[in-house]
């Protein structure tokens, strides 16, 4: 699996857009980025996938430049519910396991 | 309700003995994991299995024993071999078909207490 590196922590305040980058400097062709989000004392929940350029649902836009060592995960408008830790993991499909970080402790304050 | 139920949430034992954490999943998924994970930690994955009577050793499956009897069920016992056990214990579920088996789903997690 390709190794990920990503800010051990993030401050922003309410209302603001957050934009979280990771590092993949060694991605392979066949690999996908993902995206989790943890919150204190419960299990970890998918937020997002892709492979290139940008992909958007109704929680969050990942945004993968062409050569795909880097992605950015941004939060529109961030609450303070959206405090928690954030995972990015690089992989191909067919790998039967994930890999977890420390991730992204991202801190949201009134 | 679809989902993946763990329990009990919260299970503290004596050192030495044995003990067994549940999880069930209803969302018809192939793969079934167990990871723990401690204080300021990340995860890191002790079991997994992508089929009925099958499983692999993750990265630290010393001291912990599995099995998968049924596609629904993946329990993982702690033993007293485990020299620390102490840990959020979180089970997981994907359906590996296509990229979606990146995409796994957990449940609440037991925080196990061995003193």
């Known amino acids: 699996l390709a190794k990920t590196t990503q800010p051990i922590s993030m401050d922003s305040y309410e209302g603001q857009e957050v934009n979280i980058t990771c590092s993949h400097n060694?991605?392979?062709?066949?690999?996908?980025i993902t995206w989790y989000q943890q919150f204190p004392s419960q299990g970890p929940r998918f937020i997002i996938q892709g492979y290139k350029t940008k992909v958007t649902n109704e929680v969050a836009s990942l945004f993968i430049p062409a050569d795909r060592k880097s992605s950015t995960l941004s939060l529109p408008r961030v609450s303070l519910s959206d405090t928690a830790v954030y995972y990015c993991l690089v992989g191909d499909s067919g790998y039967s396991t994930l890999t977890f970080g420390k991730g992204t402790m991202l801190l949201v304050s009134p | 309700d679809g989902g993946i139920t763990q329990s009990p949430k919260y299970l503290f034992r004596k050192e030495g003995q044995n003990v067994t954490l549940s999880c069930e999943q209803n969302?018809?998924?192939?793969?079934m994991y167990w990871y723990r994970q401690d204080p300021g930690q990340g995860l890191r994955l002790i079991y997994y299995s992508q089929i009925v009577n099958d499983f692999q050793k993750g990265d630290i499956a010393e001291g912990y024993s599995v099995s998968r009897e049924k596609k629904e069920s993946f329990p993982l016992t702690v033993t007293s071999a485990q020299k620390n056990p102490t840990a959020f214990y979180l089970c997981a579920s994907s359906p590996r078909r296509d990229r979606r088996a990146y995409e796994q789903y957990f449940g609440p997690g037991t925080r196990l207490t061995v003193t």
């Open positions: 060694n991605i392979a062709t066949n690999d996908y």
């Open positions: 969302l018809n998924h192939d793969a």
